[in-house]
């Protein structure tokens, strides 16, 4: 976690940052999101699993990023930071992994929707366009309607957190 704070606080000074900052410095939110499993079966499925998938995917935007230098690094890293942070609501980790009823009724998605929204409507003049493009990835980011997006990725950042996502957890699950 330690390693994610100070990776944060490296971006450039804006919104994105601040929004990342706010979240990851709630200590009620941190405290959840040290300790959340990043699936309930398939890959990272075990306490801290989202935080080592998250640091994983940012290692991997980095180096895609210093190849691909139109991409916005800061969107990328904001879109996995908080692509998953429903997760932190969706699963309950005290005693095996397993959905809570939120979870079931709503899902993952909608409740990172929720949650960032929630705090970026605390941000003052956190600029409207930015907000929708951080939203839709976290909306598309399974890259597909058929496999629960209810968007698919429709600029190339979202489409970059989509195969990060999508890469990192396949591999980590044929480990």
């Given amino acids: 976690f ?11 000074e804006g919104p994105l940052r601040v929004l990342l900052l706010a979240l990851m ?7 959840k999101y040290k300790l959340a499993p990043a699936a309930m079966s398939y890959h990272h499925a075990y ?3 989202l935080l080592e998938h998250v640091l994983s995917l940012i290692r991997l935007a980095d180096k895609l990023c210093d190849h691909y230098t139109e991409l916005r690094r800061d969107l ?20 095996g992994i397993r959905y ?11 409740i990172g929707v929720e949650m ?5 409507r605390s941000i ?4 409207a366009e930015l907000r929708d493009q951080l939203l839709h990835i976290i909306l598309s980011h399974h890259g597909e309607l058929q496999f629960g997006s209810p968007k698919e990725p429709l600029f190339p950042e979202a489409l ?16």
């Fill in 116 to 120: 960032v929204s929630e705090k970026i």
């Fill in 100 to 110: 809570t009823t939120r979870g079931q009724l709503l899902g993952h998605i909608t």
């Fill in 124 to 127: 003052p003049d956190f600029p």
């Fill in 25 to 31: 410095e709630d200590p009620a939110t941190a405290a």
């Fill in 76 to 95: 990328i890293v904001a879109g996995l930071v908080l692509h998953d942070i429903g997760k932190i609501e969706e699963l309950s980790y005290k005693a």
């Fill in 2 to 12: 330690a390693e994610l704070l100070a990776r944060l606080r490296q971006m450039p």
């Fill in 47 to 49: 306490l801290g699993g």
């Fill in 160 to 175: 970059v957190v989509h195969y990060l996502d999508n890469l990192d957890s396949k591999l980590q699950s044929m480990r």
